[in-house]
Nanobody
Framework: EVQLVEPGGGLVQAGGSLRLSCAASGFTFDDYAIGWFRQAPGKEREGVSCISSSDGSTYYADSGKGRFTFSSDNAKNTVYLQMNSLKPEDTAVYYC????????????WGQGTQVTVSS
């Protein structure tokens, strides 16, 4: 069974930090790019960051550049999204996903975790 499990969300004040994690199982982790997406209330889901399976390159949406850091522990089949200097507009449900490539289709979604940033 394919699983992407994302503990680590929560409530934080503006300017604070959170680290999200995503533990993958049921598929060959190294064969997929792993991405983080988020969906705020009333808005479409958007990409936040992605790490390529081919060369480990990491990509960030403009919203997270300089504040978010994506890392991967392939031995544990786990990825992390360190989010610093959080803003109220970062409030959303955050999802990790396994993709063919960072600019390609999502094959598997996690269940999502709520991140709320209070002002």
């Amino acid at each position: 069974e394919v699983q992407l499990v994302e503990p680590g969300g929560g409530l934080v004040q503006a300017g604070g930090s959170l680290r999200l994690s995503c533990a993958a199982s049921g598929f060959t982790f190294d064969d997929y790019a792993i991405g983080w997406f988020r969906q705020a209330p009333g808005k479409e889901r958007e990409g936040v960051s992605c790490i390529s399976s081919s060369d480990g390159s990491t990509y960030y949406a403009d919203s997270g550049k300089g504040r978010f850091t994506f890392s991967s522990d392939n031995a544990k089949n786990t990825v992390y999204l360190q989010m610093n200097s959080l803003k109220p507009e970062d409030t959303a449900v955050y999802y990790c996903a396994a993709l063919t490539a960072c600019d390609d289709d999502v094959h598997y979604w996690g269940q999502g975790t709520q991140v709320t940033v209070s002002s």
